[in-house]
């Protein structure tokens, strides 16, 4: 998908309240940041933030930290949080690759919506769930491994379970078909909504380790 460009979005995301412009300075660190000593949840590739802001918004006891690469995108996500004052969110714009680098044994849990699926077999490894991110994401978490995932691609899906297990994950909730179980909790992305409203299929998975 081609992203269209945004004008002065670096500009309006560096100046938001909301953006580390700094994050590996805070790495260990970042209760700091929020004050507070409560869990820390991120979300990978937030896109324009609905997600991200209306958990935020809802469970003011957890500090939410949205990640996103592109300016187009998140400069979207900042729009809808200018008249909006919620002291548990925070966003940095980095690529995912980086988060071991970032985040040190202090992330609670995190949550993987509607990824790349990266179809070709040369791009596996480029998959937030290969075997490379789980490492990573060893290094993130403050003691047990949380991953929530939903996504509307049943082969990556299907990869991505196997490659939990394969890595010692232990699968809890799971629905093949997301719009059809009990959704009364579930807050969904943009791309959700629209892929939803086509009569696509949702899957979710919850793994912990």
Request: one cysteine or more.
């Amino acid at each position: 998908m081609r992203l269209r460009k945004v004008k002065d979005a670096e500009k309006k995301i560096e100046n938001s309240k909301y953006i580390i412009n700094n994050p590996s300075d805070f790495s260990g660190q970042f209760s700091n940041i929020f004050k507070n000593n409560n869990p820390i949840y991120v979300e990978i590739g937030m896109g324009k933030g609905n997600f991200i802001i209306q958990n935020a918004l809802k469970y003011t006891d957890i500090n939410f930290i949205g990640i996103e690469k592109f300016d187009s995108v998140m400069v979207r996500a900042i729009e809808k949080l200018n008249e909006l004052d919620i002291p548990n969110l925070r966003l940095i714009k980095m690529d995912a690759l980086e988060i071991d680098n970032i985040f040190n044994k202090e992330i609670d849990c995190l949550y993987l919506n509607f990824s790349d699926p990266w179809p070709k077999k040369r791009h596996t490894n480029r998959r937030l769930t290969s075997p490379i991110f789980l490492k990573k994401y060893d290094v993130i978490f403050k003691n047990t491994n949380k991953i929530i995932m939903k996504t509307d691609n049943r082969h990556l899906f299907e990869y991505s379970l196997k490659s939990f297990v394969d890595y010692g994950y232990k699968i809890g909730d799971i629905s093949l078909d997301l719009y059809d179980d009990d959704i009364s909790k579930n807050i969904p992305t943009e791309y959700e909504t629209k892929f939803v409203s086509q009569g696509m299929i949702i899957y979710y998975v919850e793994v912990n380790k």
